[in-house]
């Protein structure tokens, strides 16, 4: 897992110190921007085996909305979920249709974006890694339940993560404890497993997770700070060990990694990477620029990239927040690191006012971040290069 130092590290300080026309405003006002940092520096041995090394800049307990970054784990707890089921004869390409059963709750009877119509959990996480969609992830939460999902994350050492509800609709915290009922059927047309309506009886953590000095309720402003405390939580260092497991799973103990086989690693490895227009089931249109949501480095540019570089990340941007987790893979230059960060894009205090600082403050400090860490690295003396074919994939569909 990623462990923080002992003692201060001042490495990712220093640096971005280097460069004061992009970060010495934001350094500042460090209260205010919240940003948070992690990167890791990939050297290899002669073998191929890597040796990762974390620097961390203000690292902290101040809570922060994780948005869609929560897909992540979510995603990868569902292919988890498959391999447990694996005797019920389920896997990401099985029909899954979604009933309903209790207030709050919408069906899923087919999928337009689906080749043939299907909704699966393949086309799920498709969704997710493409274009981090809403109901993609809703449909996950609910196959897998909400005690499920906090009490395998607890498991895997995340102590502190909690992912207690859906995402784009507004539901009770009773209508998020209860999670449909859901039915897989074989290509006859037979129900092979059902999973009923589930109540959670998840313990939500004692939290006083206030921010900002006031929101909106419907039209109405409220001036005392928004409430987080019934929110999603995960925090930066935990996403970023995500990340490691799922591209270094052999640096870490089984009981650190999710349970998943090597085609698993390989569907996420290309989806996390895939850029929309290179997807023919779902497909999008050119308003998903090669860059979409890939706040680190690109920040949302909009111009054709040449795939020479591939990032393999998730990203989640909501009430200000702006947070991205990447792997950085550059296979002209024969380089890779690994970055996330975290920024709090919100200067008038106000939440739900859709008045937020991403166009001015948040993209343009994740781009000047990744790019100055990628000519860092572009320079940086490594004794192996590293053998980044495992990482190519045939993108067409």
Same mark, same amino acid.
């Given at each position: 897992?990623?462990?923080?130092?002992?003692?201060?590290?001042?490495?990712?300080?220093?640096?971005?110190?280097?460069?004061?026309?992009?970060?010495?405003?934001?350094?500042?006002?460090?209260?205010?921007?919240?940003?948070?940092?992690?990167?890791?520096?990939?050297?290899?041995?002669?073998?191929?085996?890597?040796?990762?090394?974390?620097?961390?800049?203000?690292?902290?307990?101040?809570?922060?909305?994780?948005?869609?970054?929560?897909?992540?784990?979510?995603?990868?707890?569902?292919?988890?979920?498959?391999?447990?089921? @694996?005797?019920?004869?389920?896997?990401?390409?099985?029909?899954?249709?979604?009933?309903?059963?209790?207030?709050?709750?919408?069906?899923?009877?087919?999928?337009?974006?689906?080749?043939?119509?299907?909704?699966?959990?393949?086309?799920?996480? @498709? @969704?997710?890694?493409?274009?981090?969609?809403?109901?993609?992830?809703?449909?996950?939460?609910?196959?897998?339940?909400?005690?499920?999902?906090?009490?395998?994350?607890?498991?895997?050492?995340?102590?502190?993560?909690?992912?207690?509800?859906?995402?784009?609709?507004?539901?009770?915290?009773?209508?998020?404890?209860?999670?449909?009922?859901?039915?897989?059927?074989?290509?006859?047309?037979?129900?092979?497993?059902?999973?009923?309506?589930?109540?959670?009886?998840?313990?939500?953590?004692?939290?006083?997770?206030?921010?900002?000095?006031?929101?909106?309720?419907?039209?109405?402003?409220?001036?005392?700070?928004?409430?987080?405390?019934?929110?999603?939580?995960?925090?930066?260092?935990?996403?970023?060990?995500?990340?490691?497991?799922?591209?270094?799973?052999?640096?870490?103990?089984?009981?650190?990694?999710?349970?998943?086989?090597?085609?698993?690693?390989?569907?996420?490895?290309?989806?996390?990477?895939?850029?929309?227009?290179?997807?023919?089931?779902?497909?999008?249109?050119?308003?998903?620029?090669?860059?979409?949501?890939?706040?680190?480095?690109?920040?949302?540019?909009?111009?054709?990239?040449?795939?020479?570089?591939?990032?393999?990340?998730?990203?989640?941007?909501?009430?200000?927040?702006?947070?991205?987790?990447?792997?950085?893979?550059?296979?002209?230059?024969?380089?890779?690191?690994?970055?996330?960060?975290?920024?709090?894009?919100?200067?008038?205090?106000?939440?739900?006012?859709?008045?937020?600082?991403?166009?001015?403050?948040?993209?343009?400090?994740?781009?000047?971040?990744?790019?100055?860490?990628?000519?860092?690295?572009?320079?940086?003396?490594?004794?192996?290069?590293?053998?980044?074919?495992?990482?190519?994939?045939?993108?067409?569909?």
């Amino acid at each position: 897992m990623t462990k923080l130092p002992e003692k201060g590290d001042s490495f990712i300080t220093d640096f971005l110190h280097l460069h004061p026309q992009y970060f010495d405003s934001l350094l500042r006002n460090q209260d205010e921007y919240g940003i948070q940092i992690i990167y890791t520096q990939i050297d290899r041995k002669k073998n191929g085996k890597p040796l990762l090394t974390d620097h961390f800049f203000n690292i902290n307990d101040k809570y922060f909305y994780p948005a869609s970054t929560v897909k992540l784990p979510v995603a990868l707890l569902a292919l988890q979920e498959l391999n447990r089921l @694996k005797r019920k004869k389920i896997d990401i390409n099985t029909s899954m249709i979604t009933e309903t059963a209790y207030s709050g709750q919408s069906a899923v009877y087919n999928d337009p974006t689906a080749a043939d119509g299907r909704p699966t959990i393949a086309q799920y996480i @498709k @969704k997710i890694f493409l274009v981090s969609d809403n109901d993609a992830f809703n449909r996950l939460y609910e196959f897998l339940g909400q005690e499920n999902i906090n009490k395998s994350l607890h498991k895997l050492g995340y102590k502190d993560a909690e992912i207690i509800h859906r995402l784009s609709i507004s539901l009770t915290e009773d209508e998020n404890r209860h999670t449909n009922p859901i039915s897989f059927f074989d290509i006859s047309g037979h129900v092979i497993y059902q999973k009923p309506l589930e109540t959670s009886q998840w313990i939500y953590a004692k939290r006083n997770d206030k921010r900002g000095k006031g929101y909106y309720s419907g039209n109405k402003l409220i001036m005392e700070p928004f409430d987080f405390s019934k929110k999603n939580r995960l925090s930066l260092v935990d996403l970023h060990s995500m990340l490691k497991t799922v591209f270094f799973p052999k640096e870490f103990k089984k009981s650190q990694r999710f349970k998943l086989k090597k085609k698993d690693y390989q569907f996420v490895y290309k989806y996390m990477s895939m850029f929309p227009r290179e997807s023919a089931y779902p497909s999008y249109d050119s308003s998903y620029s090669d860059a979409y949501s890939r706040f680190i480095l690109w920040g949302e540019r909009k111009e054709k990239q040449t795939g020479n570089i591939r990032i393999f990340h998730k990203s989640g941007e909501a009430y200000g927040f702006l947070t991205d987790v990447c792997y950085v893979v550059d296979f002209e230059n024969e380089n890779e690191f690994m970055l996330s960060a975290t920024i709090h894009c919100n200067s008038d205090g106000i939440y739900n006012d859709d008045h937020y600082d991403y166009e001015t403050v948040g993209f343009p400090f994740m781009k000047n971040l990744g790019q100055v860490f990628y000519d860092y690295e572009l320079k940086r003396e490594k004794k192996y290069k590293p053998d980044l074919s495992w990482l190519k994939f045939d993108y067409t569909e």
